[in-house]
């Protein structure tokens, strides 16, 4: 037990002690310049994904505005289902 | 081809509507319970139809069967195109309930009047059977088209300008509706040819030994 823990604070420790993210020391124009750019590309990235998710929000609403499969099978049963209805009366009507 | 709400002046609208009420109790009262599962099917075929749709360039048709209801029902194809409408606008938004009546006039009228032309042209051969079947269904749809003009014109369109585009737009309708009910009513004659009478005559019982 005592091991263990004494092993994992050790792993700590060098954790801790690992080197950081190097960061440049440059000039703050420099670093200035480098952030704008890096903004600019990602917001580049950002509309064209939003473009495409757009695109993609506008194909799924005109696909769901055609009928599917379930409005064929209603129809069918509603036409069907009337149509055994007037059957039973007309055959109560005979009979 | 159908017609959209709000196209029509009330009037028409309307007046489409108490004629094809009219019609269709005509047309009910025809029916006997004999022929109940045929009109069913033939109804569920017309409702289906209209989502076959024929690519065109940029745009698309889809089949309207007028035709081949009236040649298969006759003048109770009126009911089943009246259903199959209704349930179309329902369930599709094909069209608008206010102008069902319209609509049903506009598909209604030529099936009737293809029963009519196809009873008169059918004689007892295959031949003549699917010659009259592709005479009804490419007049059932071409006179659709024209009926759909007229209409248009009561909405204060130009009659002519409406029809010539609705003929254009749909002459491979036209030819595509010809050879599917030639080839049904083909079909037909050879498989089940009491299928094709008017209805008028009950089918003869058949005793199976």
Redesign the interface.
């Known amino acids: 037990m005592m091991r263990t823990s004494a092993i994992i604070f050790v792993l700590l420790v060098l954790l801790a002690a690992a080197p950081g993210p190097t960061c440049a020391q440059s000039p703050g124009e420099t670093d200035c310049k480098a952030v704008t750019e890096l903004l600019e590309k990602q917001n580049r990235q950002l509309s064209a994904e939003l473009r495409k998710v757009r695109r993609e929000i506008a194909a799924l609403g005109a696909r769901m505005d055609e009928p599917g499969i379930r409005e064929v099978f209603a129809g069918i049963g509603y036409i069907l289902g009337l149509f055994g209805a007037a059957a039973l009366v007309a055959a109560r009507r005979k009979g | 081809m159908h017609i959209s709400d709000g196209v029509l002046p009330v009037s028409v609208s309307l007046g489409g509507y108490a004629v094809s009420v009219a019609l269709a109790a005509w047309s009910a009262r025809r029916t006997t319970?004999v022929q109940?599962?045929k009109?069913?099917v033939v109804?569920?075929a017309f409702?289906?139809a209209s989502?076959v749709h024929i690519p065109l360039g940029p745009t698309s048709a889809h089949l309207l069967l007028p035709g081949l209801a009236g040649a298969l029902l006759g003048p109770v194809a009126f009911i089943a195109i009246g259903?199959?409408l209704l349930?179309?606008c329902l369930?599709?938004?094909f069209g608008g309930l206010t102008a069902l009546g319209a609509n049903a006039l506009m598909m209604g009228l030529p099936a009737i009047a293809c029963g009519w032309l196809f009873q008169a042209l059918k004689g007892n051969t295959h031949l003549r059977h699917a010659v009259a079947g592709a005479a009804a269904g490419a007049t059932g749809t071409a006179m659709a088209a024209v009926f759909l003009a007229g209409f248009l014109a009561a909405g204060g369109e130009d009659f002519f300008g409406v029809a010539k585009i609705a003929m254009a737009a749909h002459v491979p309708v036209i030819v595509i509706e010809g050879a599917i009910s030639a080839f049904t009513i083909g079909f037909l004659f050879r498989v089940k040819p009491e299928l094709l009478e008017t209805g008028l005559v009950t089918p003869k019982k058949e005793i199976h030994g």
């Open positions: 319970s109940l599962p009109v069913a109804t569920s409702f289906v989502l259903l199959g349930l179309q369930l599709f938004q």
